[in-house]
């Protein structure tokens, strides 16, 4: 067993101790979504972190499962192509991953979640806001953008300096990497012309929490998104972090994202 593999298993042993447990959910014949989360049922309030192309949503999020699995119920879902979840669909749409999402949470019983995404997870979650506003009462978002436009995705690419975003993100393992063919795809199916995306009306409060220094999705893109959204919008950043900030900084991380969290529930409306 590798190192990676050995941590892997000892990680899925921890969660068990705080009350997380996988279950495979089947979308339809052919798809099916892994989701961590309550071994029982509870009326906690939902919390679902949603993972980007690094990692599947236990070893991103491993840190804040623990640090909130005791006030919340949190769910740590795959997205297609990661960890546990798959299907034989041709569709490779973020809308098509939002639909799946939303009815692997129907199925274990959640109705309305507060949803924090990361990078392509944010993604994710932007479209989930906007399809089924009912399911998602407010979200976090961090590095990450509401839609890859070409304006956005060259201005990240020059500031890396590099050609391929997505050869970027999912770079070359030497044939280890799991749907490499399928995520670049996923990746390929969310850029977009600047003059096909217009700002979606979003209902909920939208907090954005950054890494300082993020250079694919940087604080300038943040401060523009922030504007694009308006009222509904608020934003913070976490020094000495980068793109994966809920790993470079995890204490920080978990320390701002509390304070939102308990704004949220002791005034909704006045964040």
């Given amino acids: 067993m590798s190192v990676f593999k050995t941590y892997e298993f000892f990680l899925h042993g921890l969660l068990k101790l705080v009350g997380l447990s996988p279950r ?12 961590w989360g309550p071994t029982k049922p509870t009326k906690k309030p939902a919390l679902v972190f949603v993972h980007g192309v690094g990692f599947d949503g236990v070893l991103t999020w491993q840190f804040q499962a623990f640090a909130f699995a005791k006030h919340y119920s949190v769910y740590l879902p795959d997205l297609l192509f990661f960890g546990g979840s798959f299907t034989d669909k041709a569709e490779r749409s973020p809308a098509f991953q939002v639909e ?10 959640v109705d309305k979640c507060t949803v924090v995404g990361l990078s392509y997870g944010g993604m994710v979650s932007f479209k989930m806001a906007e399809m089924y506003p009912e399911l998602v009462e407010s979200m976090v978002a961090s590095c990450t953008v509401m839609a890859v436009t070409e304006s956005i995705r060259n201005a990240g690419t020059d500031r890396l300096g590099i050609s391929d975003w997505g050869e970027f993100m999912l770079p070359d393992t030497g044939g280890l990497l799991d749907y490499k063919k399928e995520r670049l795809e996923l990746l390929e199916a969310l ?5 096909e995306f217009t700002v979606p009306c979003y209902k909920q409060r939208i907090h954005l929490l950054w890494g300082e220094n993020d250079m694919l999705f940087d604080l300038g893109t943040a401060r523009n998104m922030k504007r694009q959204i308006g009222e509904n919008a608020s934003l913070e950043y976490i020094e000495k972090a980068g793109h994966n900030v809920p790993l470079d900084r995890p204490f920080k991380y978990n320390s701002h994202l509390k304070k939102i969290l308990a704004s949220l529930s002791s005034n909704p409306k006045n964040v």
């Fill in 100 to 109: 799946c999402m939303a009815k692997a949470l129907w199925k274990l019983g």
């Fill in 24 to 35: 495979k959910i089947e979308i339809e014949p052919g798809t099916v979504i892994n989701v």
């Fill in 191 to 195: 850029q977009i012309r600047d003059n």
